[in-house]
């Protein structure tokens, strides 16, 4: 794949990504997956793919946090508790990729993968009545296990985040995912630290690559799809999104098959 069709796919991912509500990485890392492919080892594939993604979400969630602080959806109690385990949690993650066998990470990906169409299909609004005003100390360790998990597989945390957010402790929907768009944020700073300096040394990396995170890459398809983030939060208003989640859902799962058994 020629890396400037990134720019398309950036934009068109950040579109999609604002419109439906989630990160962006479940689209980055097969994009990124399909882009390394011929490029290096079998072995690297996955881990440059999920490090690089990593940096496209950053830019992502930027664009998405600060909107929905604009919006005032964002619990400052519930960021800080969250943020402060996903930052580590996240930061260890690169040192899990850095390990794991190729064959074995394709696995892990592919279920996150099925996780997220599930997640898209089974997406219901809540409003505020069931709220939990307790900010429960859990939440660090909580995140910790969502950044670590987030950072393995190259997402934003956003389908593991938003129903501990709003199915456990009740945040309405539009609380859930401002709150979780801003922890993405950390998340993904902690994620890219931890892929830069776990990757540095392993051999065979493509040029212009710091660890496993390939920045020009990451430029390349995250500031599109920053731009394209802001224009998808607004079409939501105008959009049923219902009948493109079921689609966006159907596509996961034939990505998450392609990458794990071809």
Same mark, same amino acid.
Request: aromatic residues 10%; positive net charge.
């Given at each position: 794949?020629?890396?400037?069709?990134?720019?398309?796919?950036?934009?068109?991912?950040?579109?999609?990504?604002?419109?439906?509500?989630?990160?962006?990485?479940?689209?980055?890392?097969?994009?990124?997956?399909?882009?390394?492919?011929?490029?290096?080892?079998?072995?690297?594939?996955?881990?440059?793919?999920?490090?690089?993604?990593?940096?496209?979400?950053?830019?992502?969630?930027?664009?998405?946090?600060?909107?929905?602080?604009?919006?005032?959806?964002?619990?400052?109690?519930?960021?800080?508790?969250? *943020?402060? %385990? +996903?930052? @580590? #949690?996240?930061?260890?993650? !690169?040192?899990? =990729?850095?390990?794991? &066998?190729?064959?074995?990470?394709?696995?892990?990906?592919?279920?996150?993968?099925?996780?997220?169409?599930?997640?898209?299909?089974?997406?219901?609004?809540?409003?505020?009545?069931?709220?939990?005003?307790?900010?429960?100390?859990?939440?660090?360790?909580?995140?910790?296990?969502?950044?670590?998990?987030?950072?393995?597989?190259?997402?934003?945390?956003?389908?593991?985040?938003?129903?501990?957010?709003?199915?456990?402790?009740?945040?309405?929907?539009?609380?859930?995912?401002?709150?979780?768009?801003?922890?993405?944020?950390?998340? *993904?700073? %902690? +994620?890219? @630290? #931890?892929?830069?300096?776990? !990757?540095?040394? =392993?051999?065979?990396? &493509?040029?212009?690559?710091?660890?496993?995170?390939?920045?020009?890459?990451?430029?390349?398809?995250?500031?599109?799809?920053?731009?394209?983030?802001?224009?998808?939060?607004?079409?939501?208003?105008?959009?049923?999104?219902?009948?493109?989640?079921?689609?966006?859902?159907?596509?996961?799962?034939?990505?998450?098959?392609?990458?794990?058994?071809?």
């Amino acid at each position: 794949m020629n890396h400037y069709l990134l720019v398309p796919i950036g934009f068109a991912a950040g579109i999609l990504a604002g419109y439906l509500g989630i990160g962006g990485g479940g689209i980055f890392v097969p994009v990124l997956f399909f882009c390394f492919s011929g490029l290096c080892s079998a072995e690297l594939v996955p881990k440059l793919s999920v490090g690089t993604s990593t940096g496209a979400v950053l830019l992502t969630g930027l664009s998405g946090a600060f909107r929905h602080w604009q919006l005032g959806h964002i619990d400052l109690s519930f960021f800080l508790r969250i *943020s402060a %385990g +996903a930052l @580590v #949690g996240a930061f260890f993650g !690169g040192l899990v =990729v850095c390990h794991l &066998p190729a064959d074995i990470l394709r696995i892990v990906i592919g279920i996150v993968l099925f996780i997220a169409a599930f997640r898209m299909v089974t997406y219901a609004k809540r409003d505020d009545s069931s709220f939990n005003e307790r900010k429960p100390w859990w939440l660090v360790p909580i995140g910790v296990v969502v950044g670590l998990i987030a950072a393995t597989v190259g997402i934003g945390g956003g389908i593991l985040a938003v129903p501990i957010l709003a199915g456990i402790l009740g945040l309405n929907t539009k609380r859930a995912a401002g709150t979780s768009a801003a922890m993405t944020v950390v998340l *993904s700073v %902690g +994620a890219i @630290v #931890g892929h830069i300096l776990w !990757g540095q040394g =392993v051999p065979g990396r &493509p040029p212009g690559s710091f660890g496993f995170v390939v920045i020009a890459d990451s430029l390349i398809l995250g500031i599109p799809a920053a731009a394209g983030a802001a224009i998808g939060a607004g079409l939501h208003r105008k959009f049923e999104p219902n009948i493109f989640r079921v689609v966006f859902a159907l596509l996961l799962v034939a990505v998450g098959i392609k990458i794990i058994f071809f």
